[in-house]
């Protein structure tokens, strides 16, 4: 199956907090997964990516951490702020040689961080 | 991280008349662009591949004939809602990925009303 599972719906955090999100996906050919920042009004823009030869990529107060025998990841936020209120999405893709790959988006989540 | 940009960003349009909106790659080549509808709140819906040179290959339950996709060149996809009414209203994003790469770069997103 191509689902990518999400959640929380919705999540409120204080500023200064961390901000976890997670996601489950079923197809093992899926070999890159992507979290997306989407502010109202605007597109989706990326954020960070892994692929699933390593257990955890961090740039800056983002951090991804992936877990492929229980096929989830998940994305942190440390020391949120109000600036990062928006709506994150997860995504996976399996990259074909010589044609274009969709990506599968999970259902989003509303982040909050409050002052 | 490269660019992809729309246009317009927004459109008010009278029920029964077509709108296209343009989606360009401003600093790379993409042979595939694709397109998405989203409504307020939800995530993101493929709506279909646009290949430069062939058709556009379109998402189970989009009507091929009512939105026409168009990939006029390396950098340029066009998509026109043909008869449109109310119910098309939605945010329609377009997205390019980097030929080979995993990469997948979205446009800042076209706001559509129909009235």
């Known amino acids: ?17 961390i901000s976890i999100i997670n996601c489950a996906y079923e197809n093992t050919a899926f070999d890159y997964f992507p979290w997306y920042q989407q502010f109202p009004g605007k597109g989706p823009a990326l954020l960070i990516a892994i692929r699933p030869d390593v257990s955890e990529k961090k740039e800056g107060r983002f951090t991804i951490s ?39 988006f999970g259902t989003g ?3 909050q961080v409050t002052l | 991280g490269a660019v992809v940009s729309q246009h317009p960003s927004w459109v008010i349009c009278k ?3 077509s709108v296209k909106i343009e989606c360009r790659s401003l600093d790379f080549q993409a042979t595939t662009m694709f397109w998405y509808r989203q409504f307020p709140k939800q995530s993101l819906m493929l709506m279909a591949t646009s290949n430069e040179g062939s058709k556009a290959t379109y998402e189970q339950g989009v009507e091929k004939d009512k939105f026409l996709i168009n990939h006029a060149s390396l950098t340029l996809s066009t998509l026109t ?3 449109a009414h109310p119910e098309d209203s939605s945010f329609y994003i377009c997205s390019a990925p980097m030929l080979g ?6 446009g800042p997103g076209t706001r559509l009303t129909v009235t």
């Open chain 1, 1 to 17: 199956q191509q689902q990518v599972k999400q959640s929380p719906q919705s999540l409120i955090v204080q500023k200064g907090g």
């Open chain 1, 66 to 104: 992936f877990n492929k025998s229980a096929k989830q990841f998940s994305l942190h936020i440390m020391d949120s702020q109000p600036g990062d209120s928006a709506t994150y999405f997860c995504a996976a893709l399996r990259l074909y040689t010589g044609t274009a790959s969709k990506l599968t």
């Open chain 1, 109 to 111: 989540t509303r982040l």
């Open chain 2, 15 to 17: 029920s029964g008349t």
């Open chain 2, 81 to 83: 809602v043909t008869s």
């Open chain 2, 101 to 106: 790469a995993y990469e997948q770069y979205f």
